[in-house]
């Protein structure tokens, strides 16, 4: 723990610098760097895809977690193929998975091969190749990459619920979208703030799907801080420049943390 905070010590303290990462002499310029961040038209790019990309992220793999996990309820056959199924993208490395995406929505990827042969030839575009599908291919890749986890959290939630409650509904003659409203979802929101907080944070640590995909372009439109962060600090060396995004990152990551927690603490207390 304490080579943590020495760590994010160590990291404020080179956001003060003007600094390649290998100059023996850095040059401090004290509040430069993050005076020069608030006014980087990239910096407020990225950030933008960030909320974006979380709000649809998020919204998407609760509503397929929930129906996916209600369905594996219901006592389906082979319900333990369909778990694994419905799992096995969360195990897959995004490096390996990152050419296959590539390669399926390329402009003469297996995508647009399959819109062809259904007659939706004239939908066929390079998706990955420009600023207005690259960003929703990114989200739709992390959506079927951690729906997975959300299903099994909400599966494992679900289990918990007291089944007498939803008898007790049916026999007053509650059906089924009424018994999941009233009985199960309300169940189900601290799985659902937990959820919030990790995909929030994982959206501002957002690195590998975007980077391997579409290296943050065309024209930064799958920008991230993460990988804003790498293209400054690695492929730029401007070291103290991006150190002074990643305080802005832990920054913007605790507050996003504090603020969910409040808002599922008073959502709670007027239960």
């Given at each position: 723990m304490g080579l943590i905070y020495y760590c994010i010590g160590y990291t404020g303290?080179?956001?003060?610098?003007?600094?390649?990462?290998?100059?023996?002499?850095?040059?401090?310029?004290?509040?430069?760097?993050?005076?020069?961040?608030?006014?980087?038209?990239?910096?407020w790019k990225a950030i933008t895809h960030t909320v974006l990309f979380f709000v649809v992220t998020f919204v998407v793999q609760t509503a397929l977690g929930v129906v996916f996990a209600v369905i594996m309820h219901s006592r389906i056959?082979?319900?333990?193929?369909?778990?694994?199924?419905?799992?096995?993208?969360?195990?897959?490395?995004?490096?390996?998975?990152?050419?296959?995406?590539?390669?399926?929505?390329?402009?003469?990827?297996q995508f647009n091969w399959v819109l062809d042969h259904l007659g939706l030839g004239f939908l066929s575009q390079p998706w990955i190749g420009q600023e207005s599908t690259s960003l929703p291919v990114i989200m739709a890749i992390t959506i079927w990459q951690w729906t997975g986890l959300t299903f099994v959290l909400y599966y494992a939630a679900m289990s918990q619920i007291?089944?007498?409650?939803?008898?007790?509904?049916?026999?007053?003659?509650?059906?089924?979208?009424?018994?999941?409203?009233?009985?199960?979802?309300?169940?189900?929101?601290?799985?659902?703030?937990?959820?919030?907080i990790l995909s929030a944070i994982g959206a501002l640590k957002t690195f590998d799907i975007p980077w391997l995909v579409t290296i943050a372009g065309p024209n930064n439109s799958t920008q991230f801080l993460g990988t804003y962060i790498y293209q400054m600090t690695i492929q730029l060396a401007h070291v103290g420049y991006g150190a002074a995004l990643s305080i802005i990152l832990l920054v913007v990551a605790l507050v996003m943390a504090i603020i969910l927690q409040i808002v599922a603490r008073e959502r709670t207390g007027k239960r």
């Open positions: 303290y080179i956001s003060t610098l003007n600094w390649d990462g290998a100059s023996p002499e850095p040059l401090s310029v004290g509040t430069k760097n993050y005076t020069n961040i608030f006014g980087d038209p990239v910096f056959k082979l319900a333990v193929l369909y778990k694994v199924i419905v799992f096995v993208p969360v195990v897959l490395a995004p490096a390996i998975m990152a050419p296959v995406f590539r390669q399926i929505f390329a402009a003469n990827g007291d089944q007498s409650l939803i008898e007790a509904a049916r026999i007053d003659g509650a059906g089924n979208l009424r018994v999941l409203w009233s009985i199960i979802w309300p169940n189900l929101r601290g799985t659902t703030v937990s959820l919030g």
